[in-house]
């Protein structure tokens, strides 16, 4: 199977596997009703689940399958305005990202703060 092809596979069986974790079947109804065998479905949940857990460890549960993505949100990155410090209490203060001065003041205030309540 050539490279191409197989991540087609792949694709099909990630919705597949989706399908299958929507339903209420156990896997030979579901197999029947997909019109495959029980040893496919049991080795492509086997290998997805193998390649989620080597590229993304802790992110993911044992049983679940990454869903295929329909849908693409525009995104824009810029760089950061400033910096928000928040406390135990829940009161942020925001700087300057670039005014070190600044935020190191925040931090040492609100340390100086928090202190004192305790």
Same mark, same amino acid.
């Given at each position: 199977m050539s490279r191409k092809q197989n991540v087609s596979a792949e694709v099909v069986w990630r919705e597949r596997l989706t399908r299958f974790d929507k339903s209420n079947l156990t896997v030979r109804q579901f197999c029947r009703q997909e019109g495959i065998s029980d040893a496919a479905f049991y080795r492509w949940r086997k290998r997805l689940r193998s390649k989620v857990q080597r590229t993304k460890p802790g992110e993911r549960s044992g049983d679940q399958l990454p869903a295929a993505v329909e849908t693409f949100l525009p995104v824009s990155v810029s !760089? &950061? %305005?400033?910096?928000? %410090?928040?406390? !135990?209490?829940?009161? #942020? %203060? #925001? %700087?300057p990202a670039a005014n070190a001065e &600044?935020? #190191?003041? &925040?931090?040492?205030t609100g340390n100086k703060l928090c202190r004192e309540v305790q």
């Open positions: !760089p &950061a %305005v400033f910096a928000e %410090v928040e406390f !135990p209490n829940g009161v #942020r %203060v #925001r %700087v &600044a935020l #190191r003041v &925040a931090i040492m």
